[in-house]
Nanobody, 126 residues
């Protein structure tokens, strides 16, 4: 079955960097758009970044543009989220997700993603 496993979260000071990784298995990784979402305590889950199945298109939430970068490595079945210039408001559980449908245009809505990882905690101290 499809599995997504995130890693790389942790505690970092404001202005610092982290790189999240998400390894996929149980499907043909390179056929699917991949996304990162986050959820802070007491808030709704929100879109962070997404990358198309071929890696040619990316999309970012306005709040992270210029600070975060999403990428993928098909040979490793892995999608990454490089997070720089972190702010306390970036504190959340970060989730990796796989599109429900293969080989389609990039989507950013959470309901377009059918498989989710368990999440990794990112905490940014001020």
């Amino acid at each position: 079955q499809v599995q997504l496993v995130e890693s790389g979260g942790g505690l970092v000071q404001a202005g610092g960097s982290l790189r999240l990784s998400c390894i996929g298995s149980g499907h043909t990784f390179s056929n699917y758009n991949m996304g990162w979402f986050r959820q802070a305590p007491g808030k709704e889950r929100e879109f962070v970044a997404a990358i198309s199945w071929d890696g040619g298109t990316t999309s970012y939430a306005d709040s992270v543009k210029g600070r975060f970068a999403i990428s993928r490595d098909g040979a490793k079945n892995t999608v990454y989220l490089q997070m720089n210039s972190l702010k306390p408001e970036d504190t959340a559980v970060y989730y990796c997700a796989r599109d429900r449908t293969l080989l389609r245009a990039l989507r950013v809505g959470a309901d377009e993603y059918g498989y989710w990882g368990q999440g990794t905690q990112v905490t940014v101290s001020s």
